[in-house]
């Protein structure tokens, strides 16, 4: 069983992605901000981090930076959710970092986890 760790300063939405993944058969993990994404990632080392971009204490792409100077997080791949994925800019060529706008489905949440896990 592959693990999510779910890193978003919305509660709620935070919960209702981890019950809609636990349902397909992922285990997943929850951090509130990307310092304690760091934090957990270290010590579970999941199979997929799907972050929030814009957080409080530590946002999504300052989690991805720290990620990568790690070499054993550094190649978990990231699912980032994005109200301006078209903005994104130069992290858009990161090879570890996919986008979802946020409103996505869960069948476009699900698609995008079991892309990154067989690349």
Known sequence: MKTVLIVDDEPAFRKAL?????????????????????????KNRPDVILSDVNMDNMNGFMMVENLQQEPM????????????AQGAGAWQSEANITYLDKGFSTQQLVAAIEGVLKK
Do not use: H
């Open 18 to 42: 981890a019950a809609s993944l636990k349902v397909r058969g992922y285990n997943t993990l929850e951090a509130e901000d990307g310092m304690a994404g760091l934090d957990i990632a270290a």
């Open 73 to 84: 997080l550094a190649r978990i791949p990231v699912i980032m959710m994005t109200a301006q």
